[in-house]
């Protein structure tokens, strides 16, 4: 039963993360490919959890945190580039 | 033990002239003179040991492997060598104190003094052939220091550059020579290759050996074809030729025939290469001396003449013979050394030292005058003077030598007497066109007496040339005998040190070189204009300059044909090279994938991947909007890390993802200084090829990992994953790899991490302000502003989570050093550099250096314990709060890459972030 | 699994001698990261595919993938962090002082 949803869930995720990529791709604005990365990593942060369920392993749970504040910061980083161009003012 | 004191000794006292200058210039002699008295002391006290018949030898192992062994052997021709090395260097050091100018940089001329010093000592006490190659190179270096002391003067750099080419390439003939007879005799300490002699002139190899050492001897001494660096090595300050030219530099060459004498002469091919070219140099250097109007320039040719004469007595392979050499090294580098020094004096004093010029100087510099006349006269071989004696054993040698030539046994005296005569008479130009005849009026300086102190070195060394000449047997015979002893290494043959000999041949001859010598100075007119007649102008100097600029050229033009400053030409070349030979290997070896390991994969792994695919697509095509190039790179980044999870690398993963964000930032705040698009500007023909060599390479290193990964294969790893928890107290084998096993690399990459901040900075370090910020400071978006301060404990405490459980569990110091530097830069980005710099530390430098002192400290912690380099230890205590608890050594050591990342990252992202924009950057206007 | 890894690995790589291959500086750079990253995977997998074993000891494990190339790996992202830095410093400064990010010699 847990497999099933297991399964139901990473393949849900993956589809998210190839739709990320897409729209990370067309854009066409480039905020939008900043959105679409973003989503990106929040999606992955769920597959390593998801994985790690699977793998019945808590060694990868950093990983997952570790995502979610780079995913974060690159956002950061992204954003104020395309607001003012220079990171650190 | 004192022997390794005096070989060091100089090179330990290099700094102190550095230290000393600042307190005055006697003080800096003083202090320099220092470290070679001790060792002349010690050397001294170790000389009745050698008298008594002993040989000192000291040893350690270097790098047994090679043979190389920290060796040094004292006998009775190391002694002598090493007491005119420290005894003349010392008159040298009192003599420059007054020679260098005020605007001469005394303290640097001092040190290199030392380390040259240091070398030639290296040279002649060394007891293993390697080491004496390494500080025969060391003296090549040095010496090339020296010459090119005053090196705003373009001939003084010409002349250093030319002396290291010359002498270093016969250096590296000599390391192939040793190297040879090292494998022949199977052992390279210098005692055992000289007590096998017959061994080694029998092996098929020898004739190689001794042409490959040959040409090292050669060069260093200055022997023709290779005597044109000397010369030109006269633009050094005078100190520096008395010392090189009279009893070191070019006396390590002659040194070296002498110490290999009982292992290579004997051969008739040393008797004529050797004495061959002695006799050459030997006629050469005089002629040639004959017509230099510099004193220095006379006194260089004059040097080569003497050096063949010396390589000549070598040459004729007799032990008698020998002695006659070494005789005249000691003869050589007395009267030598103190006629340069006169001629420094006279230099420095008169303002020039073309012959031309000066004149009648008698009158103004009497002291002078006469220290000089006798130093000519020993050079010319005037009686009661020690260089006649020196020169009647070397007529006497060549006398008896003579009828191994048979029919053609009277050239070898008459060549010699020949030599002879040309040195008198160049010995009689040198003394009367400068001290008599008529005084010149048009000197730059008005000629006097040089300081009382200037001239002491001098009045010792003619002390010892009027001693010796006097009463050789007294005074040198002892020191000739002892040094024989080490030389020939047993029976020293009966030689007479006695000032007459009866009416013999080499009397004679002597006779006819003196009165020919003056006769030759009085017609030097006649022969003058014969000469410039005879000997068209080719030096040289011109030759080795054309050969150097046709080497220059030929590998210009091969460079060029390779690389014509476009990087994209060059990679081009090294991709399609990289290639072909994969390609090759491929087509001969076969390519062969295994099934070994065949790991099914789910089908999560085929989303990836083709993410990832789709994202390489996209990249190649839409990799001129830079920005979006940019973003497609991280999302490989982000989906290696995951791949890394998937394969069973976390802390791969982890360290994947942070550095994956700080390139980010970097990759983005470049962007920001450069342009936001790449124009289309490569050929349709260009982008073919380059998608071939793309597809070519790519598809290369598919099929190799492809075959890599399903062959079998067995680790090495099996130790370490036993290892780490008993040795080095954690559970996590990566990190205990890094802190511990192979400690050492970590330590070597976080040097490189810090060297690669400092050279960040440095390029960056003009033009980096941040004035321009300055008026934004309160105009940062405030939801940023509040967030990131929100978050900065949480990141901070995510680092310190990470670090500490490093040890067991993915993580370590540096994913613990890169999250840290990502809580840092958010803070950058968020409120901008002026408040962070206020908040946190305006430079990282003192971070870097912490963590790497940390790094180190760790490891050298270990020394006390008597465990090598980076030993960790670990034990477990029970803390109140935190319960059980591991404290390992290793810690501090993660502590300090810890530090190391945070303040390399950090450096190079602030500073690159304070650069000033361009004005010519576009505004924003990007869309696919 | 292993066709997956390589393949990727060699996409990464394409795309990355492609990008090196081009005439400015900026898409030089990220080909060099693209092709540090394939080359990190590549160190990595040489040490064989191994699914949910991290070299971490626990007890009652005894099947654990190569912890040597993980850590050869490990430091070689950090280095080539610092080599991406170095490179693009290099980068800023050629534009800044002769105005022009291209490395083609102008051939």
């Known amino acids: 039963m847990l497999t099933a949803a297991l399964n139901i869930a990473i393949a849900a995720v993956l589809l998210a993360m190839l739709l990320s990529l897409w729209r990370l791709l067309r854009g066409p604005a480039p905020e939008d490919r900043v959105l679409a990365l973003d989503t990106l990593y929040i999606n992955t942060i769920a597959l390593v959890l998801m994985l790690s369920i699977r793998f019945d392993s808590r060694l990868y749970f950093e990983a997952a945190l570790l995502i979610a504040m780079t995913g974060f910061v690159g956002t950061i980083a992204l954003a104020k580039y395309l607001l003012r161009g220079n990171l650190m003012d | 033990m004192s022997l390794l004191l005096i070989a060091l000794l100089p090179f330990l006292c290099i700094p102190l002239p550095l230290l000393a200058v600042h307190y005055g210039r006697t003080a800096c002699a003083w202090v320099t003179a220092l470290g070679p008295a001790i060792a002349l002391a010690l050397l001294l006290g170790s000389a009745p040991t050698v008298f008594g018949g002993e040989t000192v030898t000291v040893a350690w192992s270097w790098l047994p492997v090679l043979g190389l062994e920290l060796a040094f052997v004292l006998d009775g021709y190391s002694l002598l060598f090493a007491a005119l090395i420290l005894g003349i260097g010392l008159l040298i050091i009192l003599y420059a104190r007054y020679y260098l100018s005020e605007s001469d940089p005394m303290g640097r001329f001092y040190a290199m003094l030392l380390a040259f010093m240091g070398a030639m000592l290296g040279i002649v006490l060394s007891n293993n ?24 003067l373009a001939e003084a750099r010409q002349g250093a550059r030319m002396a290291l080419t010359i002498t270093g390439a016969g250096g590296l003939c000599l390391l192939a020579g ?132 010396i390589t000549l007595l070598f040459g ?109 008479a160049y010995s009689i130009r040198f003394v009367h066109d400068v001290f ?25 060394l003619i002390g010892i040339c009027v001693a010796v000449g006097v009463a050789p047997a007294l005074v040198i015979g002892p020191v000739l005998d002892v040094a024989m002893a080490g030389v020939l290494r047993g029976e020293v043959p009966y030689y007479s040190l006695a000032l007459w000999h009866g009416f013999k041949l080499p009397l004679f001859m002597s006779v006819i070189a003196l009165g020919g010598g003056l006769l030759l100075y009085l017609w030097r007119d006649r022969a003058e204009a014969l000469h410039e007649r005879v000997f068209p102008a080719i030096t040289g100097k011109g030759t080795f300059e054309a050969v150097l600029a046709g080497a220059v050229a030929l590998s210009r033009g091969i460079t060029r ?68 190039a940019l973003i497609l790179v991280g999302v490989a980044g982000l989906l290696s890390a995951v791949t890394f999870i998937y394969i069973s690398a976390p802390d791969l993963a982890l ?32 982008r073919l090829r380059d998608g071939a060599l793309a597809v070519l390479g790519g598809g290369g290193v598919a ?78 978006p405030l939801m940023l502003l509040v967030g990131s301060r929100v978050m900065l404990p949480m990141m901070v405490a995510v680092a310190l989570y990470i670090f500490l459980r490093g040890h067991n569990l993915p993580g370590g110091g540096f994913i613990a050093g890169l999250v840290a530097t990502v809580a840092l830069v958010t803070q950058y980005m968020a409120s901008g550099i002026h408040w962070s710099e206020r908040r946190f530390t305006g430079s990282y430098f003192p971070v870097i250096g912490w963590g790497l002192l940390i790094a180190g400290a760790t490891g050298v912690v270990s020394w006390l314990f008597g465990a090598p380099f980076l030993t960790s230890a670990y034990t477990y205590v029970d803390w109140p709060v935190l319960g059980h608890f591991e404290i390992a050594s290793a810690m501090a050591f993660d502590l300090g890459v810890f530090l190391t990342v945070v303040g390399a990252v950090v450096l190079m992202l602030a500073n690159l972030g304070k650069q000033p924009a361009h004005g010519d950057k576009e505004e924003s206007s990007w869309s696919s | 699994m292993e066709f997956l890894i390589a393949t990727g690995i060699g996409a990464m790589t394409a795309a990355g001698i492609y990008l090196m291959l081009r005439r400015r500086t900026f898409p030089v750079i990220l080909g060099l990261s693209l092709l540090s990253y394939a080359v990190n995977l590549f160190l990595v997998s040489s040490g064989r595919i191994a699914i949910n074993q991290p070299p971490v000891i626990q007890a009652g494990v005894s099947e654990y993938t190569d912890p040597l190339p993980q850590a050869l790996v490990l430091t070689a992202i950090v280095i080539g962090f610092a080599m991406t830095a170095f490179v693009l410093v290099l980068a800023v400064k050629a534009r800044t002082e002769t105005g022009s990010d291209d490395v083609d010699g102008g051939a």
């Open chain 2, 561 to 628: 044909a390779f690389d014509n400053g476009s990087v994209q030409r060059n990679l081009a070349w090294l991709l399609t090279a990289a290639i072909v030979l994969g390609g090759y290997g491929l087509w001969t070896g076969g390519y062969s994938v295994g099934d070994a390991h065949q790991t099914p994969a789910p089908w999560a792994a085929f989303g990836i991947w083709a993410m990832l695919l789709a994202a390489m697509t996209a990249l190649v095509v839409l990799h001129r909007n830079r920005l979006i």
């Open chain 2, 316 to 424: 004729l392979g007799t032990p008698a013979g020998a002695v006659a050499g070494v005789f005249h090294i000691i003869n050589h580098a007395t009267f030598k050394a103190s006629l340069f020094m006169s001629a420094g004096i006279i230099d420095h004093e008169a303002g020039t030292r073309d012959i031309r010029r000066l004149g009648g100087l008698r009158h103004k510099m009497p002291h002078t005058m006469w220290l000089a006349t006798i130093a000519a006269a020993s050079m010319a071989g005037v009686p009661l003077l020690n260089g006649f004696i020196s020169k009647e054993m070397f007529f006497a040698e060549v006398v008896v030598e003579s009828e191994r030539l048979g029919a053609a046994g009277w050239l070898l005296p008459a060549v010699a007497t020949l030599g002879g005569l040309l040195s008198a």
């Open chain 2, 655 to 686: 360290t994947q993802l942070s550095v994956e964000v700080v390139s980010v930032i970097l990759l983005l705040m470049a962007l920001r200084l450069l342009p936001e698009h790449t124009p289309r500007e490569s050929s349709a023909g260009r």
């Open chain 2, 703 to 780: 099929a190799a990992a492809y075959a890599v990964m399903t062959q079998p294969f067995t680790t090495i790893s099996d130790y370490h994953l036993v290892n780490s928890v008993p040795g080095g107290g954690g559970s996590n084998v990566v990190n205990v790899i890094l802190v511990d096993f192979r400690g050492f690399d970590t330590f070597g990459e976080i040097t490189v991490l810090g060297i690669a901040a400092a050279c960040v900075f440095a390029l960056l370090a003009q033009g980096a302000s941040a004035t321009e910020s300055a008026h934004r400071e309160s105009n940062h």
């Open chain 2, 436 to 460: 008599f005849g008529d005084s010149r009026e048009s000197l730059p300086k008005e000629p006097h007496e040089p300081p009382r102190y200037m001239r002491v070195p001098v009045e010792v």
């Open chain 2, 178 to 309: 040793v190297l040879l007879l090292g494998e022949i005799v199977g052992s390279y300490e210098l005692t055992t290759v000289l007590d096998s002699g017959e061994l080694i002139r029998a092996h098929p190899l020898y004739e190689l050996t001794l042409v490959l050492i040959l040409l090292g001897a050669f060069t260093k001494s200055a022997q023709v074809p290779f005597h044109f660096w000397l010369p030109h090595a006269m633009a050094a300050p005078t100190p520096v030729s008395a010392y090189l030219h009279s009893a070191t530099m070019v006396k390590a060459g002659v040194f070296l025939l002498a110490r290999l004498f009982p292992a290579l002469a004997g051969s008739d091919l040393w008797f004529f290469l050797v004495s061959g070219v002695g006799l050459a140099t030997l006629v050469f250097g005089a002629y040639g001396a004959l017509f230099k109007d510099d004193l220095k320039g006379l006194l260089a040719y004059s040097t080569i003449s003497h050096l063949g004469l």
């Open chain 2, 129 to 152: 052939l390697i080491l004496m190659v390494i500080f025969w190179e060391l003296t090549s270096i040095s010496s090339f220091l020296l010459i090119g002391y005053w090196r705003h």
